[in-house]
């Protein structure tokens, strides 16, 4: 029995933040499916967005707010740091990813791919793929070489921001361009290793989109 519910579907990357910030901190939770056809659901989200949050009378959207509240709420190992430049470290990368990495690595090629592929017969567009990939190369060097500074994106500890990109970079690499991506940035792809192996990680894997192809 809880009193903490997520409202999303296991695939959105923002939903798996917040299930993964749950589970480092140990807190059980009920994820309940959003029925997109459901005109009350305006009422849990106002954007009709997701995730949305409840924890008793506490009602949240947003993944920022909700994955913070649930680092200072519960119990569990702290994913926001102390010292204010290294938090400032962890909101800096949180507002890139939500920003420069959801724009053109998210909407413009996992999307394309896996969920509403624009190109001739339902196929994934190659032109915007292509054009998307060169600023992907671009995103993917800046953050590959932060980590070769460091083993997560704010310091030595994983924090909210390893948990806003991580996501992103599962689907990146499962994408026909992500062998080749995570090759020409190690360090990226040491992270994202060091980050799979990780309990909230495995615990979260999406399944595959809906009617989505199994190769
Ligand atoms: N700023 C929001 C972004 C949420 C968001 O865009 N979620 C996506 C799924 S990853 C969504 O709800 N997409 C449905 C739609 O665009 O209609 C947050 O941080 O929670």
Redesign the pocket.
């Known amino acids: 029995m809880t009193d903490v519910t997520v409202y999303?579907v296991p695939q959105?990357?923002?939903?798996r933040t917040v299930r993964m910030t749950l589970e480092e901190k140990g807190v059980p939770y009920d994820l309940q499916l959003v029925q997109?056809s459901d005109p009350d659901y305006e009422r849990i989200h106002p954007f009709?967005?997701?995730?949305a949050f409840r924890h008793g009378d506490v009602r949240l959207?947003?993944?920022?707010a909700?994955a913070g509240y649930v680092d200072e709420v519960f119990a569990g190992p702290r994913l926001q740091p102390a010292e204010a430049s290294s938090r400032a470290l962890m909101r800096q990368w949180i507002s890139a990813v939500?920003d420069y990495i959801v724009a053109d690595v998210?909407r413009r090629y996992i999307v394309e791919y896996v969920l509403r592929p624009s190109g001739p017969d339902g196929t994934p567009d190659r032109a915007k793929i292509e054009e998307a990939l060169v600023d992907i190369r671009h995103h993917l060097g800046v953050i590959d070489r932060a980590l070769g500074e460091s083993a997560y994106l704010a310091g030595g500890e994983v924090t909210l921001a390893d948990l806003f990109l991580v996501p992103i970079m599962d689907y990146v690499s499962k994408m026909p361009e992500g062998d080749e991506l995570l090759g020409a940035f190690p360090n990226l792809a040491r992270w994202l290793a060091a980050m799979s192996d990780r309990a909230s990680f495995i615990a979260t894997i999406p399944p595959p989109f809906p009617g989505a192809s199994a190769d």
């Open positions: 999303g959105s990357t923002f939903v997109w009709r967005r997701m995730p959207f947003e993944s920022l909700i939500c998210t």
